[in-house]
């Protein structure tokens, strides 16, 4: 009787070790899991906060009356008054052949 006592013994304590090692093994799965989606959250964050920095420099450089005139010039096609403006017109095929390729 002694000795199933200790046979059964040893069971539970075999029993216990796998119970608390495959839980062991399951937390630290799932904590790597977690690091994981950290990081790339943290950077989503990171370029989120990137993006708003340079959009609050665009703000407040065409605040400035240079940063409108910058927007003038870009968009609107928009010019000093005095200023020439050129236009310049490429048409096709109108350079002469053999040189279309070398230009």
Request: hydrophobic share 50%; charged share 25%.
């Amino acid at each position: 009787m002694l000795r199933l006592r200790w046979i059964l013994l040893a069971a539970l304590l075999i029993l216990f070790a796998a119970i608390m090692g495959t839980s062991f093994y399951l937390e630290i799965q799932k904590i790597n899991r977690l690091t994981v989606l950290v990081d790339e959250r943290m950077a989503i964050l990171v370029s989120m906060s990137r993006t708003v920095q340079e959009l609050r420099e665009k703000v407040a450089f065409y605040g400035t009356p240079e940063g409108l005139a910058h927007l003038a010039r870009e968009q609107y096609n928009l010019s000093f008054p005095g200023e020439l403006v050129f236009k310049i017109e490429v048409k096709k095929n109108s350079l002469p052949e053999g040189r279309s390729d070398s230009v």
